[in-house]
């Protein structure tokens, strides 16, 4: 069982590139969100998917849209990507919004010259 | 959404019980407690969650407070893999996601 799965693992881009990170779950869960973690720091929620056809913005949503494709796939895009878009991208997804525990992605190390 | 309050850090020996603590007196009474734990290079992994009463599973137990002010999870026996940050989350928050702070970095002495 895959569970949370996010292409590509790693990426370097040049300022000004834009990029999609993909995200996909196999687990039937209707809720699915887009993290960033900066070194040193926790999780900050950039946008999330309640349920297949609704997106919201998060913390952090500036700079990032993204599209719910379908109720298995989220994608994160970076119109014009910027140094300080340098982390770790993490996927999640849950059964529903709210209590259920979220079961994350190994991430996308993406690193912005 | 309310906050909590971690160690940044604890040790701990190898095959040794370990109580790691996190604060949350401004917890609301819907609020669950969360915990979860990232290993290096790895995304988050869920450990365990609770409203009230204490839980226990394959993984650790949570301990909860009786005012809820306060938590513990406990590992009842560290390894090595369990070398890691653990957070204590409080749960869902007014957009149902989970608010990370920086967590307390577990190390395990062999």
Known sequence: NAGVTQTPKFQVLKTGQSMTLQCAQDMNHNSMYWYRQDPGMGLRLIYYSASEGTTDKGEVPNGYNVSRLNKREFSLRLESAAPSQTSVYFCASSVVKGVQPQHFGDGTRLSIL | ?110
């Not at chain 2, 290079?41 to 009463?53: A, C, W």
């Not at chain 2, 002010?69 to 070398?83: F, G, N, P, Y």
Request: proline share 5%; charged share 20%.
């Open chain 2, 1 to 110: 959404d309310a906050k909590t309050t971690q160690p940044n850090s604890m040790e701990s020996n190898e095959e040794e019980p370990v109580h790691l603590p996190c604060n949350h007196s401004t917890i609301s009474g819907t609020d669950y407690i969360h915990w979860y734990r990232q290993l290096p290079s790895q995304g988050p992994e869920y450990v365990i969650h609770g409203l009230t009463s204490n839980v226990n599973n394959r993984m650790a137990s949570l301990a909860i407070a009786e005012d809820r002010k306060s938590s513990t999870l406990i590992l009842h026996r560290a390894t090595l893999r369990d070398a890691a940050v653990y957070y204590c989350i409080l749960g869902g928050g007014s957009q149902g996601n989970l608010i990370f702070g920086k967590g307390t970095k577990l190390s395990v002495k062999p």
